[in-house]
């Protein structure tokens, strides 16, 4: 039997991760967000098209003049 390592299972660049410690790898981590948010990135949510609450023309629809308040049902219960 051979000797398998961590590039051989996951390449190269996945095999760096393995010896990193659950810390290293946060740190690394927000190390990217870093990136991704200098690069133009947003962290703001895509809009959920599925959602009562989408408005195609890119505006919440909202009530009392509260962001993410709308209007489910009107008349009585």
Known sequence: ???????????????????????????????????YLALGGTLDPEPDTQSPFFDAEGRAIVSDRRPGVGVLRRGGV
Do not use: H
């Open 1 to 35: 039997m051979t000797n398998m390592n961590a590039e051989d299972l996951v390449g190269e660049e996945w095999a760096e991760w393995y010896p990193l410690s659950p810390q290293e790898r946060f740190l690394e981590s927000m190390k990217l967000w870093d990136s």
